[in-house]
C-alpha cells in the first residue's frame, strides 16, 4: 500500500473543532477521509465545506460513538463501500483487493457543564469519552489493514485533564502506572467505581480527581467527570496495545496511541483555548501519518511521548 490515496482514516466527531481540522489536514495530504457525526446535517454541512476547499476526497458517515445500532451501521457501511470482500476470505491474492482501513482517529468528545455532578449529568461523558472510544474501536479493529506500513493506526484524542497527577488514589495511580500490565477489564472496573461513587456521593473518600479550585472558573466541579474519562481512554489504550501484543500474528501490526491536542478553541471550553483546531489538530495528524516505533500504547504530546 504505497499510495496515500489508497490509505483510508475514520475520524469521529469530525463536524467541527479538532476532528474537523484533523479531516483537513489528512485530507489535503491524499488520504481517503470518512468524515463522521453524530449528526446527518452537521456532517453534510462539514463535508460540503471540505468540498468547497477543493477536498474530495472526503466521504461522509453518521455516527454516534454513544450507539451500538450507529457504530455497527457504520462498520458495516465501511466494509461494503470499501472492501467489497468478505474479509475473512484472506488468501493473499484476495486480500490485496480490499481496501479497508489504515487509521482511526477516536476524537469525538464531551463535557458536560453541570456543576452538578450526579450519575445523570456524568454518565453522558462517559459514555462519550470512554465507553465511545472502546467501542468503536472494537467494531472497527477488525477492518484495519494489517499491510499498512508501519501498521495500521488507532489514535485516541484524550487530555492532560487525564494525566495521573490529577488522581489522589494511591491504588488507582500505582495499577494505572504499570502500563505494561493494564488489562481492559480493569480500566471498566475502574470507571464503574467512579460511577458507584458518583451515586453514593463518596468521590472524595475515593480519591479521584479533585478540581474544587476550578469550582469557580466556567468548568468547575463539571472537570470532575470528564478527567475521569480522560484517565481511562489514556489507560485504555495501554490495555489496548497489551492486548493486541499478545496476539500472536496480528499484535503488532496495529499501533494504538493516546494524545493530547492542547488547549484548543473550540465548542468543548467556549473557545477559550489558546491554540487553533489546526494547532491541535497537529499531534494526532502527526501520530497517524508516521506512527512511532516506540512508545505504542502511550501517551504523546506536541509530537512527544510524556508520562501520564
Ligand atoms: N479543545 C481543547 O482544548 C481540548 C483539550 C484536550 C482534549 N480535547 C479533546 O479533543 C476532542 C475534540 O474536542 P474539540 O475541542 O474539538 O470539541 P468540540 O468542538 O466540542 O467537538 C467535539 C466533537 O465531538 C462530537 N461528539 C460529541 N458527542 C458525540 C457523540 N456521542 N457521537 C459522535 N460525536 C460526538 C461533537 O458533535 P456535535 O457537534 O454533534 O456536538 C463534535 O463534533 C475531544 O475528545 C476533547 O475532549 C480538546
Known amino acids: 500500500m504505497g499510495k496515500k490515496a489508497d490509505r483510508y482514516v475514520v475520524v469521529t466527531g469530525a463536524n467541527k473543532g479538532i476532528g474537523f481540522g484533523i479531516v483537513r489536514q489528512l485530507a489535503k495530504e491524499g488520504i481517503t477521509v470518512v468524515l463522521t457525526a453524530r449528526d446527518a446535517t452537521r456532517g453534510n454541512v462539514a463535508l460540503e465545506s471540505l468540498k468547497s476547499q477543493g477536498l474530495h476526497n472526503v466521504n461522509f458517515h453518521p455516527l454516534d460513538v454513544t450507539s451500538q445500532e450507529s457504530i455497527l451501521a457504520l462498520a458495516e457501511w465501511l466494509h461494503k463501500t470499501y472492501g467489497g470482500i468478505d474479509i475473512l476470505v484472506s488468501t493473499f491474492e484476495a486480500y490485496k483487493l480490499l481496501k479497508h482501513f489504515a487509521f482511526v482517529i477516536n476524537n469525538a468528545g464531551l463535557a458536560n457543564d453541570d456543576n452538578d455532578v450526579t450519575f445523570e449529568t456524568v454518565k453522558p461523558g462517559l459514555d462519550t469519552n ?50 505494561e500490565h493494564i488489562t481492559e477489564d480493569f480500566v471498566d472496573s475502574f ?92 499531534t494526532p495528524v502527526w501520530l497517524a501519518l508516521h506512527s512511532p516505533k516506540e512508545c505504542i500504547g502511550k501517551f504523546w504530546i506536541e509530537r512527544k511521548v510524556v508520562d501520564f
Open 191 to 282: 470507571v464503574n467505581h467512579y460511577l458507584k461513587d458518583v451515586v453514593d456521593g463518596s468521590q472524595k473518600e475515593g480519591g479521584w480527581p479533585n478540581w474544587t479550585d476550578w469550582v469557580n472558573s466556567p468548568v468547575g466541579r463539571a472537570a470532575e467527570p470528564y478527567s475521569v474519562s480522560k484517565v481511562a481512554v489514556i489507560a485504555y489504550v495501554s490495555a489496548l496495545h497489551n492486548t493486541l501484543v499478545a496476539q500472536p500474528g496480528s499484535g503488532k501490526k496495529i499501533n494504538v496511541f493516546s494524545c493530547c491536542p492542547g488547549f484548543v478553541a473550540t465548542d468543548i471550553n467556549n473557545n477559550r483555548g489558546t491554540k487553533t483546531v489546526e494547532e491541535g489538530a497537529d
Open 130 to 179: 470512554y465507553f465511545g472510544v472502546k467501542n468503536v474501536t472494537k467494531a472497527l479493529l477488525p477492518l484495519l489493514r494489517d499491510d499498512t506500513p508501519g501498521g495500521a493506526r488507532v489514535i485516541v484524542v484524550a487530555s492532560t485533564m487525564g494525566e495521573l497527577k490529577h488522581l489522589e488514589n494511591k491504588d488507582y495511580v500505582k495499577t494505572l502506572s504499570d502500563r
